[in-house]
């Protein structure tokens, strides 16, 4: 045997000895905690806003505010400006505001009311539990923004300083705050591994290119 046969016959001999390549296993499994997760937050979330619509709710059945009460309420704002908001005048605010606490109490009340019966639906890897979340999030945000649209323009039309700003303010944090409580109530649905538990808990495997062409 010559020298080159010798070589040729050695390569092919290492050739033939190169491991064959095992199947690259890519299972996407689903994401229970997750879920579980957005659902604790969901029950704490849902029992925040049903507090604060009692608070509104408090506010909108109180017809007259004591003169202690508007002190105690005006006495920051009255030492920033030059001219000193009465107590008459922010009692007819409150009297015109009234309304607009009482819807935005009903609003974060129902709101708060479907987010908490769906944390449980959540927890338990039940799709229904974020959609609950959804609505009653969509619910606050509407209701939310229109009783407090409501109460700042009342306080344009009779208060003056930093309680517009105040006001004003409020009625921005309460759209965000629905805003990101609807956010996070629709991650389950957004993402894939979380809303594969929600679907019965099913594995997905990846076949490659090589396992395809078999």
């Known amino acids: 045997m010559s020298e080159k046969q010798f070589d040729f016959s050695i390569r092919m001999d ?3 000895s190169t491991p064959e390549s095992e199947p690259f296993d ?11 997760s957005v659902a604790v937050l969901m029950f704490f979330g849902g029992l925040v806003l049903i507090l ?9 059945q109180l017809e007259d505010l004591s003169d202690e009460e508007i002190d105690l309420i005006l006495e920051t704002p009255n030492s920033d400006i030059d001219t000193e908001i009465t107590n008459e005048e922010y009692q007819e605010f409150h009297d015109s505001a009234r309304q607009g606490y009482l819807i935005r109490a009903a609003g974060l009340a129902i709101s708060g009311s479907l987010i908490v019966i769906g944390a449980p639906f959540l ?8 959609y609950l979340g ?22 344009d ?12 303010l409020l009625t921005y944090s309460c759209g965000i705050c629905m805003l990101i409580c609807g956010a996070l109530t629709s991650l389950p649905l957004v993402n894939a591994r979380a809303r594969m538990a ?3 808990n099913k594995k997905v495997r990846i076949k490659t290119d090589s396992e395809s062409e078999e």
């Open 14 to 16: 290492k050739e033939n």
């Open 26 to 36: 890519m299972t996407v499994t689903p994401d229970t905690k997750g879920p579980k």
């Open 52 to 60: 604060l619509a009692f608070g509104d709710f408090q506010l909108s």
């Open 123 to 130: 927890y338990s890897l039940n799709k229904k539990g974020a």
């Open 134 to 155: 959804i609505e009653g999030a969509a619910i606050g945000l509407v209701t939310g923004v229109i009783g407090s649209m409501l109460i700042n323009d009342a306080a």
């Open 157 to 168: 039309q009779f208060l003056s300083g930093p309680l517009l700003l105040t006001y004003e």
């Open 198 to 200: 929600l679907n019965g």
